[in-house]
């Protein structure tokens, strides 16, 4: 029992420190948590709306290119545009909640590189890919795991998925909407990004399957 307890403080810890680090690691020195209505909203609650929203997507443009169709090529090349990390401008490309407005719902999944649970909900959503035509996945965690992203995008093979995007957070997402329950945890907003549902921990397709557009 102790020994699952260590576990999941471990994977839970690049979440638990992000009132401390997130105020250094927002792009473009974007503070939305300096505007006095974001703070006075409590995120978390059914209905809320959705906080801002940025992050730094990763695109593996070196080895997925040769499969990708027209469309993903199109959203391939935005990543060789230079980035707000320039230390990583040749992997990463800024995206926000305006590029996601679609008219379809969005499943904002928060996990861990490094845990098992969010691997196996990654490879739920890969296997049922062909269900979100319009409801779009993004799969966002601390900058703090940054160097882990990678290998976990093409483990999954993200950049073949129009509607699937995989980065870090850039606008204290995680810090206005993270429960600190249990990982992964997604949030699922309608196309007005209203919030409808939280899971934290394990989830079946089987449950999703009402709110994929």
Known sequence: ??????????????????GQKQDNITEKG??????????QTDYKQQGSPMPALEFMAYDDTTTENKQLNRKEKKRAKRSQLKSADSSNANL??????KDLNNNGNLFI?????????CEDAAFMFEK??????????????????????????????VARYPSMYIGYDSSQYIDNTFLYQALPQIN???HERKLLKTYC?????D???????
Do not use: W
Request: hydrophobic residues 45%.
């Open 92 to 97: 990463y490309h800024l995206v926000k909640a």
């Open 30 to 39: 974007h503070h939305p948590a300096h505007n006095y209505d974001l703070l």
């Open 1 to 18: 029992m102790f020994s699952k307890i260590l576990f999941v403080a471990g994977m839970l810890l690049p979440f638990l420190s992000l």
């Open 109 to 117: 999944m928060m996990f861990n590189p490094t845990c098992l649970h």
């Open 207 to 213: 449950t999703l399957k009402k709110y994929i557009d």
């Open 128 to 157: 049922n890919i062909e269900l979100f035509k319009k409801t779009q996945i993004v799969l966002l965690a601390n900058k703090l795991m940054s160097e882990y992203i990678p290998d976990f995008a093409q483990r999954h093979h």
């Open 201 to 205: 921990g394990e989830v079946s397709i």
């Open 188 to 190: 699922i907003y309608n």
